[in-house]
């Protein structure tokens, strides 16, 4: 009983893979399944970059809708290897913010719209809130990193 209450208060130095499953799921997830049809299809990146209508800038929307797919997907893949991560990190969130006020700015009757839609912005962008403030872990291709962990 003594051990199983240990086990199950202490970590056990496990929070860097657990930090490590994280980058590997959501990073390969957003990658794979929102960044790649954005970075991938130059013809929707003036349409996705129009949303940045909604806090007040007009201008390249192209430029706007190629860095959504950049951070979804290029970053994606910096936050996996653990690289660049707090500049990733920080782009990824302010995309799913921006995804946010897409979908809260919907129609009522759109069914991509309020709350409901926009939850899976909102906790996108937690998670990336909170990736920033931990760190990409020790297991991370981040130069330097395993000299100032040992």
């Not at 860095?67 to 995309?95: K, Q």
């Not at 006020?101 to 939850?119: F, K, Y």
Request: net charge neutral; glycine share 12%; hydrophobic share 55%.
């Amino acid at each position: 009983m003594n051990r199983l209450l240990c086990f199950l208060t202490n970590n056990l130095g496990m929070t860097d893979l657990g930090l490590l499953i994280i980058r590997l799921v959501i990073g390969f997830s957003m990658a794979a399944f929102h960044g790649w049809g954005k970075i991938s299809n130059p013809e929707r990146w003036a349409a996705i970059g129009g949303n940045m209508e909604l806090i007040g800038i007009s201008f390249l929307p192209a430029f706007w809708g190629f860095m959504a797919g950049f951070a979804e997907f290029v970053c994606s893949i910096l936050v996996i290897l653990g690289v660049f991560f707090r500049p990733a990190t920080t782009l990824l969130a302010l995309t799913m913010f921006m995804a946010m006020l897409r979908h809260l700015s919907l129609p009522a009757d759109d069914p991509g719209s309020g709350l409901n839609g926009a939850s899976h912005a909102m906790e996108m962008a937690a998670v990336y809130v909170a990736l920033w403030f931990s760190g990409p872990g020790k297991y991370s291709l981040m130069p330097g990193r395993m000299k100032e962990q040992a």
